[in-house]
């Protein structure tokens, strides 16, 4: 998606340690038009699949999900992190390590917004390693649905993620929207795209 | 708004204390087509300020203000709660209790996502006692900038948060898309509006 590539290479600053930062277009800032297309740009990829019903996780996942279930007229339901007063009856609950926090955090979804025998596609900011998404994806094999794809905006692919989840038994279409193949010497390189 | 007032009306839940339970509907499963309408009416009513910028504070504030801003073509910025790895630079930092949460919260927006002299639109998903949204307000004066006006989904009107943000000098439009007038003995009582 060549307007996100250049947002990115325009803002996008190279932290260290494979971070980057990236928020004046996603992750504290956000760009209401640049949402909108990627939102678009993901229900496009993923139209054909039947999608009943999208998944991520709080909190920078909330917009680019909610602008892809926008584009597929479906509902988005987020994963909480912390269990708000408002969360009664049973949950779904999986455990994934953060990348930017370094400690475990929690992922619940009530299981009344997680109903079984759904096409269920999974949208986040980011694929890095993977592991967020593999725990959503446990979360949908428990409600007894289906995982049918998983749409992120940024992949990282030098973290592996992508293989991580095909080891996993994941074998469903990945689709992102801008591929950073290295962040070696403070460098930001795409994947060569489209 | 009669689309949000059905969906409350059908689907919300008085958990006793003044807590309302819409996580059908606004903070844990979202209906994008109804957020979009949400956006839309607000957007409709704050449309002549010249609005240059929204603010609003994580989570369930972000898809509102998101819709506006879309509705508007403004960036919309989000108050975090915690300090992410990514956020460099000074910020503004207010401190708000926390309905739900029993406790003081932080809320941090990097200077550079707030600058001087701009309109500012304030949304959030609820105005309540309207110490949040005061402790947005706050941030904007800080940044040397104006609150032009609030815009909430739901207002929970017996709590007192609009003549409290009278009272604390906020002599601004104040809008809600729905308001309840009582929550006792277990009711959702909708104000006569519109």
Do not use: C, W
Not at 64 to 78: E, H, I, K, N, Q
Not at 90 to 119: R, W
Request: no cysteine; hydrophobic share 45%.
């Amino acid at each position: 998606m060549d307007a996100l590539r250049a947002r990115i290479r325009a803002e996008g600053r190279n932290l260290g340690n494979g971070i980057l930062k990236v928020d004046s277009i996603i992750n504290h800032q956000l760009d209401p038009t640049l949402m909108l297309q990627i939102g678009e740009s993901l229900a496009v990829y993923f139209r054909h699949l039947a999608v009943d019903r999208i998944l991520t996780a709080e909190i920078s996942g909330i917009v680019p999900a909610m602008m892809t279930g926008l584009a597929l007229d479906v509902p988005v339901v987020y994963a909480r992190k912390t269990k708000p007063i408002t969360m009664a009856g049973p949950v779904f609950l999986e455990t994934a390590p953060s990348h930017t926090k370094g400690i475990d955090v929690n992922l619940l979804v009530s299981a009344e917004f997680l109903p079984p025998d759904q096409n269920v596609l999974i949208i986040d900011d980011f694929l890095a390693s993977g592991r967020t998404l593999q725990a959503l994806a446990r979360m949908v094999r428990s409600a007894e649905s289906r995982v049918i794809g998983v749409g992120v905006v940024i992949e990282k692919s030098f973290e592996g993620g992508r293989e991580l989840m095909r080891q996993a038994g994941y074998d469903i279409p990945i689709h992102a929207l801008a591929t950073i193949s290295s962040m070696a010497a403070g460098q930001i390189i795409f994947a060569d795209e489209d």
